[in-house]
């Protein structure tokens, strides 16, 4: 895509679908949106690594190995894990009977392995219909018709009655 920077106004980006379609960079994304419906038949695709790039088909595989944002991807993708760095002499310490003491030498960081496991818990599971028959929480009478609605509210005024007696 063409960008032209316009004195006193910004950038400005040629639409791909119609050239003569100047827009303004921080719109361009709701212009591709709109342009795309208009031009249905358009042999126009989207870059995968940035939904404003809109290049014809036969360009797009170069467009995919020139885009200058795979290289978040490429980066994400490839990243080499590095060892952990030693700490300086003067900042590395170690723990005493006597509390923190400055280490002669530098040390390696160790972080703390991650100890909670949510897995092995022996919580009861959430039940909100018994939890609310519990507390008094005003409930709502759905799909159901209107003798049944009226039993539930009736069962609800003695169940508000009851557990307000109960924190007195």
């Known amino acids: 895509m063409a960008t032209y920077d316009i004195p006193n106004y910004g950038t400005v980006i040629a639409c791909p ?10 719109r361009m994304q709701k212009h591709l949106i709109k342009c795309r419906r208009q031009y249905p038949n358009a042999k126009i695709v989207t870059c995968t690594f940035n939904t404003t790039h809109h290049v014809p088909e ?4 170069m467009h995919l190995r020139q ?8 980066m994400f993708m490839y990243t080499v894990k590095k060892e952990q760095a030693p700490i300086p002499a003067e900042t590395a310490y170690y723990g005493t009977a006597q ?3 400055a280490s002669g030498q530098p040390t390696m960081v160790q972080s703390a392995a991650d100890e909670e496991n949510w ?10 219909s018994v939890y609310c028959a519990q507390n008094p929480i005003i409930r709502k009478a759905t799909h159901k018709t209107a003798a049944e609605k009226r ?6 005024r003695v169940r508000h009655d009851e ?3 109960r924190n007195l």
Request: glycine share 4%; proline share 9%.
């Open 17 to 26: 679908y119609d050239k003569a379609h100047q827009i303004p960079a921080e």
């Open 58 to 61: 036969q360009e797009l595989g």
């Open 67 to 74: 885009c200058p944002d795979r290289a978040d991807l490429d």
């Open 99 to 101: 509390g923190m003491q």
């Open 119 to 128: 897995d092995d818990m022996d919580a009861p599971a959430y039940n909100p």
């Open 151 to 156: 039993q539930f509210y009736d069962d609800e």
């Open 163 to 165: 557990l307000k007696k």
